[in-house]
């Protein structure tokens, strides 16, 4: 018995420790099995752990990375903003993360699970085989669930729209409450919520990226004077820039005033524009008209309906 045990143990140092501790045990083999068996799954789950720290290190320093705010222009930083873009970052980064915890430790445990059934001398080749079968089984099953995933993974890292952005979807115009790899949740203007599979979505408006513009057209009577509707147009703009609430938080250049954009037998047509910071110009547009309206009314310039 003591020799059978020193020629299972010779080629395994584990096992030849064990017997030359208990004397040849008989049962140092199975020992041996054992204790190398609970050393794997340890290392896996060490490694598992240590692969998850260190992608949520990754993750947290792209969620808190600097203010994006300076591309847009200086100075033009707000609570709001930040908060914003910050979200942003944050769900697109907590959700790469996720992915790739998962990729992780179905790569970890699942080498450390095929390596406890080789060490148990239970044959692996028709496992993975089955194992292939069963995958491609399941993906010719789940091929809408792949092209949602892979759709997001994309919309993701190339970061098309996040959280606050307003985008015409296709299925749904609304503004983005949340991104996930499956699906993305819009809430329109009615209040109507929509949940809609990334797969679907072949391409996107995105109303609120980088920056926006707020514009209004004008019409006026056809015999009116244009130099002097252009002045007062130009004036307002001024005055919209000048105001250091608006350029602040709102407005990142000069308003620009165009000439005729539109001409019939009845009317002119004037466009006056602002370039604003993302999904501020609905509140800039409102304020261009207010504006426009009370100077156009202390000059005695009418404005007409157009054709």
Known sequence: MTSQVAVTCQNDPVCSTIAGVFNNAAWAPL???????????????????????VISRVVNRAA??????????????TDGIDALLHERRKQR??????????????????????????RLTIPIAPLLTSVGILGVAIGFGAQELVKDFIAGMFMLLEDQYGVGDVI????????????????????????????????????????????????????V??????????????????????????????????PRVFGVEQLSDSSLVF????KTLPSAQAEVARELRLRVKSALDTAGIPMVATA
Do not use: C
């Not at 992915?99 to 390596?115: E, N, P, Q, R």
């Not at 130099?227 to 820039?241: D, K, Y």
């Open 271 to 274: 466009r006056i524009t602002a």
């Open 93 to 118: 980064a907590e959700t790469m993360g996720s992915v790739l915890k998962h990729v992780a430790s179905v790569v970890i445990l699942g080498t450390a699970v095929l390596t406890v059934l080789d």
């Open 31 to 53: 020992a041996a099995m054992l204790v190398v068996v609970f050393l794997i799954i340890v290392f896996a789950f060490v490694l598992r752990n240590v692969a998850h720290r």
């Open 221 to 254: 009577a056809y015999d009116a004077d244009v130099v002097a509707v252009r002045v007062l147009l130009e004036h307002v703009a001024e005055e919209i820039w000048a105001d250091p609430e608006l350029r602040e938080s709102k407005i990142v250049e000069e």
């Open 64 to 77: 808190t990375g600097g203010s994006l705010t300076s591309r847009f222009r200086k100075g033009a930083a």
């Open 168 to 219: 015409d979807a296709g299925p749904a115009v609304g503004t983005v409450e949340a991104v996930t790899l499956r699906v993305t949740r819009l809430r329109d203007v009615d209040g109507r919520v929509w949940y809609v599979r990334n797969g679907t979505i072949t391409r996107v408006g995105n109303e609120s990226q980088g920056w926006s513009r707020a514009f209004m057209d004008v019409p």
